[in-house]
């Protein structure tokens, strides 16, 4: 585990050395208690050790003070979890919710699990499969026995004339596609398009699908260098709890950073490319976050700037580089969902980092759509 310190990455001290003994004894508890919510070794630990349902609903934070940990275990607790806003310092204006004590519990737990199966470093995001969609939703409808239609642009939306329910789609080709649920990107609109007079019984639609409900903002930025910015590190997670880079900073910031060549294409081989998400009230505010984010790792093309890198001293009196920002993009992304009576939206990535939300959501959505049927069934 490492800290921003001085503008730059260090290592952090072992924590379990500088523990005193209660603290030590206090940390075991909290951590069978973590270890207690998973399937496995829920059968090791005894009884005692079970979270009420009570406690779980409660404000993870105020579970914590309840377990009276030290304010230096707090900090590496939530930091672990990824906590969103500052939580410790609770104001309802600029936190929008609470982390409650389950979800916090299941983040230590992943945390936790990860980390003893894959070595020193848990693997807390998902590295495969990125750019795999388009050809499993192929393969699967082959599987499957169904139309898997790419590049097909929608022109329209078909409904029933009298019910208002859902019937088909007009593709660009003018073609007529029937079933009987359509599931909708909500960040995805369909134009009214001048198409030949449809069957009596259906109509051209839109009215009502334009009914989104707004959950905030999130604030992306994409950059890419030419060096990694933790040396001999090809990928790695940065996590900039609130309040650690300026004192108005509310909310967290998530930086990933991946190495070009490892297989994931991710960007050219011998660079690397940065992806930092943060969730912010407006664009204002979003800009600054991953401005002050940006700076703090990179240096930024100017006059006076060397090719490699701007140096700065560390604690070892080696002189370090900050990576030269070659290529980037900021932008802000509202988070919402699509409302309509007769039509299913999925839920927009958020500002995780993981697909757990949206694994969770869609399986509500496929048991929605197909109570009686298994997700993902074995087939014979």
Same mark, same amino acid.
């Given at each position: 585990?490492?800290?921003?310190?001085?503008?730059?990455?260090?290592?952090?001290?072992?924590?379990?050395?500088?523990?005193?003994?209660?603290?030590?004894?206090?940390?075991?508890?909290?951590?069978?208690?973590?270890?207690?919510?998973?399937?496995?070794?829920?059968?090791?630990?005894?009884?005692?050790?079970?979270?009420?349902?009570?406690?779980?609903?409660?404000?993870?934070?105020?579970?914590?003070?309840?377990?009276?940990?030290?304010?230096?275990?707090?900090?590496?607790?939530?930091?672990?979890?990824?906590?969103?806003?500052?939580?410790?310092?609770?104001?309802?204006?600029?936190?929008?919710?609470?982390?409650?004590?389950?979800?916090?519990?299941?983040?230590? /737990?992943?945390?936790?699990?990860?980390?003893?199966?894959?070595?020193?470093?848990?693997?807390?995001?998902?590295?495969?499969?990125?750019?795999?969609?388009?050809?499993?939703?192929?393969?699967?409808?082959?599987?499957?026995?169904?139309?898997?239609?790419?590049?097909?642009?929608?022109?329209?939306?078909?409904?029933?004339?009298?019910?208002?329910?859902?019937?088909?789609?007009?593709?660009?080709?003018?073609?007529?596609?029937?079933?009987?649920?359509?599931?909708?990107?909500?960040?995805?609109?369909?134009?009214? *398009?001048?198409?030949?007079?449809?069957?009596?019984?259906?109509?051209?639609?839109?009215?009502?699908?334009?009914?989104?409900?707004?959950?905030?903002?999130?604030?992306?930025?994409?950059?890419?260098?030419?060096?990694?910015?933790?040396?001999?590190?090809?990928?790695?997670?940065?996590?900039?709890?609130?309040?650690?880079?300026?004192?108005?900073?509310?909310?967290?910031?998530?930086?990933?950073?991946? *190495?070009?060549?490892?297989?994931?294409?991710?960007?050219?081989?011998?660079?690397?490319?940065?992806?930092?998400?943060?969730?912010?009230?407006?664009?204002?505010?979003?800009?600054?976050?991953?401005?002050? /984010?940006?700076?703090?790792?990179?240096?930024?093309?100017?006059?006076?700037?060397?090719?490699?890198?701007?140096?700065?001293?560390?604690?070892?009196?080696?002189?370090?580089?900050?990576?030269?920002?070659?290529?980037?993009?900021?932008?802000?992304?509202?988070?919402?969902?699509?409302?309509?009576?007769?039509?299913?939206?999925?839920?927009?990535?958020?500002?995780?980092?993981?697909?757990?939300?949206?694994?969770?959501?869609?399986?509500?959505?496929?048991?929605?759509?197909?109570?009686?049927?298994?997700?993902?069934?074995?087939?014979?």
């Amino acid at each position: 585990m490492g800290s921003y310190i001085s503008f730059h990455i260090q290592k952090e001290k072992c924590l379990w050395t500088s523990l005193k003994l209660i603290e030590k004894s206090k940390l075991r508890s909290f951590i069978k208690l973590v270890q207690q919510q998973d399937e496995e070794w829920s059968q090791i630990c005894s009884e005692s050790f079970k979270i009420s349902e009570e406690d779980l609903e409660s404000p993870f934070v105020d579970f914590l003070d309840g377990m009276q940990l030290s304010a230096k275990i707090k900090s590496f607790i939530l930091y672990i979890a990824m906590v969103d806003y500052d939580e410790e310092n609770f104001n309802l204006e600029v936190c929008k919710s609470n982390l409650k004590t389950r979800a916090g519990i299941e983040r230590l /737990a992943l945390y936790d699990k990860s980390r003893s199966e894959n070595g020193p470093g848990p693997w807390i995001y998902p590295t495969y499969g990125h750019g795999d969609l388009l050809a499993f939703f192929g393969r699967r409808a082959a599987v499957k026995g169904c139309i898997c239609a790419m590049r097909r642009p929608v022109t329209a939306v078909l409904m029933d004339k009298d019910s208002g329910k859902y019937k088909g789609v007009r593709l660009a080709s003018g073609q007529d596609l029937f079933s009987h649920q359509l599931v909708l990107n909500p960040a995805f609109t369909v134009p009214l *398009a001048p198409a030949p007079s449809p069957p009596d019984c259906l109509r051209e639609g839109l009215q009502g699908l334009s009914l989104k409900d707004t959950k905030g903002k999130v604030a992306r930025g994409i950059c890419i260098t030419a060096s990694s910015v933790k040396p001999k590190t090809s990928n790695c997670l940065l996590v900039y709890p609130p309040r650690t880079l300026y004192p108005e900073q509310d909310t967290l910031i998530r930086v990933i950073q991946i *190495a070009g060549g490892s297989g994931m294409d991710a960007c050219p081989k011998g660079m690397y490319v940065l992806y930092f998400s943060a969730l912010c009230d407006h664009a204002e505010q979003g800009k600054r976050l991953l401005h002050a /984010a940006v700076n703090s790792l990179l240096t930024l093309p100017g006059p006076g700037n060397p090719e490699n890198g701007s140096a700065f001293e560390s604690e070892d009196a080696q002189v370090k580089l900050k990576p030269n920002l070659l290529w980037s993009t900021l932008y802000i992304q509202e988070l919402y969902m699509e409302q309509h009576e007769h039509l299913i939206s999925t839920p927009m990535p958020d500002g995780n980092l993981s697909y757990d939300g949206l694994l969770d959501a869609a399986v509500v959505l496929f048991q929605k759509m197909y109570p009686n049927e298994e997700f993902f069934g074995y087939s014979n």
